[in-house]
């Protein structure tokens, strides 16, 4: 356990589905991060949220909107995806500090399948 | 831009010692971290080093010289539970806490 929450764990939906990933952080941590890691391929970084502010999108497609409406909570709006949006799912958290390592402490991710 | 290099796969046998490269090429570095991850699981820190030289805990150790852009992972008495994924993330600094992470090196522990 990490502190670090995300459900669901497994999603499996249709291209014209609407759904939502959950990511809640107990560390009390000030940013938030979504990543997506696809198979034999390196940790993108989709957004981070600082002190509940957007700070970074990293040309996301809108099909995926975040939103982070405290510290401790940041969802992941999901629709009309495509099937190369499989893939793994991994919210972090961290304690912005200036000059700091800012270690990234990761949730166990949501598993999505997109048919 | 910021890009990090390290190997895709490494092998090696239990009992054995095994260190996993990572070179960086970025326009701000604070430091280096590395984080492993296995298949399935969420990556999870392992360590960090802000200073050039030797960072030891337990059987895991980092390194970075700061001077050659690079840093190694080094993992001894190897066990089977060490086959993983192992990433190593430079932190920027200079007001940018985000990470820029390498595409990680799958270590794989022979019996």
Redesign the interface.
């Known amino acids: 356990e990490?502190g670090v929450t995300q459900t669901p764990r497994h999603l499996v939906m249709g291209m014209t589905n609407k759904k939502s990933l959950k990511c809640e952080q107990h560390l009390g941590h000030n940013?938030m991060?979504w990543y997506k890691q696809s198979a034999k391929?390196?940790?993108e970084?989709m957004f981070?949220y600082?002190l509940e502010e957007r700070v970074?999108n990293n040309s996301v497609p809108s099909r995926f909107s975040p939103e982070c409406p405290n510290s401790s909570h940041l969802f992941l709006h999901l629709h009309t995806l495509q099937p190369e949006d499989s893939a793994l799912y991994?919210c972090a958290s961290?304690q912005?500090?200036?000059?700091?390592?800012?270690?990234?402490?990761?949730?166990?991710?949501t598993r999505l399948t997109v048919l | 831009g910021q890009s990090l290099e390290q190997p895709s796969e490494v092998t090696a046998v239990e009992g054995a010692i095994v260190q996993i490269n990572c070179t960086y090429q970025t326009s701000g570095f604070?430091?280096l971290?590395w984080?492993q991850q296995h298949d399935g699981?969420?990556?999870?820190?392992l360590s960090?080093n802000?200073l050039d030289g030797l960072e030891e805990t337990g059987r895991f150790s980092s390194f970075l010289s700061r001077s050659d852009s690079y840093g190694y992972l080094l993992l001894q008495e190897l066990q089977m539970k060490d086959s993983a994924s192992y990433?190593c993330?430079a932190?920027l600094?200079g007001?940018s806490?985000?990470?820029t992470?390498?595409?990680?090196t799958s270590l794989i522990v022979h019996p």
């Open positions: 990490t940013a991060y391929k390196p940790l970084l981070v600082s970074e991994l961290s912005d500090r200036a000059g700091g390592s800012d270690t990234q402490y990761f949730g166990p991710g | 604070y430091g971290s984080y699981g969420a990556p999870t820190f960090y802000a990433f993330a932190s600094g007001g806490y985000i990470p992470f390498g595409r990680g």
